[in-house]
């Protein structure tokens, strides 16, 4: 684990006036033990403890920042660049990154996990700035702007301070007397009830927002088979501009349709049954393509940790049952069914989200029917009224005699 330090600083003088320039709040150290020269940052992804890790992107700036004179605090001088010598880096995310569950995290580490406790988790990378080609002049708090640039994608909520001051703590050395760098802080201003409120930080926190896709079978009428399958395809339509996983991306499948069946139905054989539903994970390749599944009556299927704002269409194989389509989410803004064609379509998942589709077939039994079958049956029953009564008759006469 990298050791974390408060700023410390050479001259007591100088370390007080930075302090009263400079107010912190309590929390987790916003420098590390690096290179003196250099200040190593986090990014957190924070998102649900199902979710695989997304392949999204993220850019940041480093800049020199405003000078306020009624704190002593100077602009940074040119020269802060990425390790990399640019001033302007981006990261990737992927799969394989590191993950802090939000039960068993680093609480020096500034993750702002706010859902239920082991629901979370975060993926977590270091960048890091360099200092050693800026000329600072004297002693004094040098500032800068880091920056990480936001989208309006709905899968990504950004954190609340996109803009962050990286103060540089400059002294002179004891020996040569040379100007050099004690420490480094960063933080942002928060306005809270109580007025503005100084928050030092080790890195920046987002949120990868997902959401899950379920559909359920439900039948009803007096002609219904419960024990019939029924066939579906769900397809994703990514929205422009927003997040789109990578094809090999995938997502956790659950609920309860059949994997696998061990008889022919009486439309689908079990071969085509069984090579369609045998899965537990669908990729995003899969999905875009569109992916057939067969269900019961009482079977759903939960498609989990979709992006939010991505787009969906779930469309049934109609046959000779009336179909009518329900969403029980609260949000239906976007979502449309179309019940002659079985389909249910949404331009963008926002929350989770239960489509039930209920295929009704029924009517009344032919007259002829009733007749053929309720005459044979009504001399039947008078028949077994005769025989009982013959017996009973007997058993009287034999007992009296």
Not at 155 to 176: G, M, N, Q
Not at 202 to 225: I, M, P, R
Not at 305 to 319: A, N, R
Not at 349 to 377: Q, R, S
């Amino acid at each position: 684990m990298r050791k974390r330090f408060f700023a410390g600083f050479a001259a007591s003088v100088l370390a007080a006036g930075i302090m009263a320039a400079v107010p912190m709040s309590a929390g987790a150290e916003a420098s590390r033990a690096v290179d003196t020269n250099k200040f190593e940052f986090d990014k957190y992804l924070i998102m649900d403890s199902d979710a695989q890790v997304p392949n999204v992107s993220f850019t940041y700036t480093i800049a020199p920042g405003t000078a306020v004179a009624a704190n002593n605090i100077k602009a940074g001088p040119e020269g802060a660049k990425f390790t990399d010598g640019t001033a302007t880096k981006t990261i990737t995310f992927s799969s394989s990154d590191t993950v802090v569950n939000d039960d068993d995290y680093d609480t020096r580490m500034t993750i702002d996990f706010d859902g239920e406790h082991g629901n979370e988790k975060a993926a977590v990378k270091a960048l890091e700035i360099d200092f050693s080609e800026v000329d600072f002049p004297d002693p004094g708090i040098y500032r800068y702007v880091l920056t990480e640039a936001t989208t309006t994608d709905a899968a990504v909520t950004y954190d609340e301070a996109p803009a962050k001051y990286l103060d540089v703590i400059v002294t002179a050395d004891e020996t040569t007397h040379d100007p050099v760098i004690a420490s480094k802080i960063l933080h942002y201003t928060k306005v809270t009830d109580k007025g503005e409120e100084d928050v030092k930080v080790t890195g920046f926190n987002n949120t990868y927002n997902t959401n899950d896709l379920a559909f359920e079978k439900a039948v009803s009428g007096n002609q219904a088979s419960k024990n019939k399958y029924f066939k579906f395809n769900v397809k994703i339509t990514p929205a422009a501009g927003a997040y789109e996983p990578a094809d090999t991306y995938s997502f956790k499948v659950t609920g309860s349709h059949d994997r696998t069946v061990d008889a022919d139905d009486a439309t689908y054989s079990k071969a085509t049954i069984n090579a369609a539903n045998d899965f537990t994970t669908l990729t995003y390749a899969q999905l875009k393509a569109g992916k057939d599944v067969y269900l019961k009556a009482g079977q759903k299927l939960i498609i989990e940790d979709l992006p939010t704002g991505i787009g969906y269409q779930i469309t049934e194989t109609k046959e000779d049952y009336t179909p009518t389509i329900a969403v029980d989410n609260g949000d239906n803004e976007g979502f449309t069914a179309d019940n002659d064609a079985a389909t249910a379509t949404d331009t963008s998942l926002t929350e989770n989200t239960v489509i039930k589709f209920t295929n009704n077939k029924g009517g009344a039994i032919p007259t002829g029917v009733i007749v053929a079958v309720a005459v044979p049956a009504a001399l039947s029953l008078v028949g077994f009224i005769g025989v009982v009564t013959i017996l009973v008759k007997r058993r009287k006469d034999n007992t009296e005699g």
